[in-house]
C-alpha cells in the first residue's frame, strides 16, 4: 500500500472526491494539518477481519461510553 501526503486544503477542496480516490487505489493519506500536525486516513475493506472496534470495546472503558452514547443518541435519516 502506498502512501500520499496532501495538504489539508486539498482534502477540504472536495472531500469526496479525495476520499473516493484513496479507497480506489488502496493508498492511505496522510493530511497535513496547521502547526505541522498530522493524520492518516486509509480505506477498510468490508472483508478485512480488523479487530481494532473489538479490541478497543474490550479494553477501553471510554471508547464503550462513547459507542453507548451513540447508540442512544437521535440518529438524522441518510439523504
Known amino acids: 500500500m502506498g502512501i500520499k501526503v496532501i495538504p489539508l486544503r486539498e482534502l477540504e477542496a472536495d472531500l469526496e472526491r479525495t476520499l473516493a480516490a484513496c479507497l480506489d487505489s488502496g493508498e492511505a493519506l496522510v493530511v497535513e494539518l496547521p502547526e505541522r500536525r498530522l493524520v492518516s486516513i486509509h480505506s477498510l475493506e468490508p472483508a478485512d477481519d480488523d479487530p481494532l472496534v473489538d ?25
Open 55 to 79: 479490541e478497543l470495546l474490550a479494553s477501553n472503558p471510554a471508547f464503550r461510553a462513547l459507542v453507548e452514547r451513540s447508540k442512544a443518541s437521535d440518529r438524522l435519516p441518510f439523504s
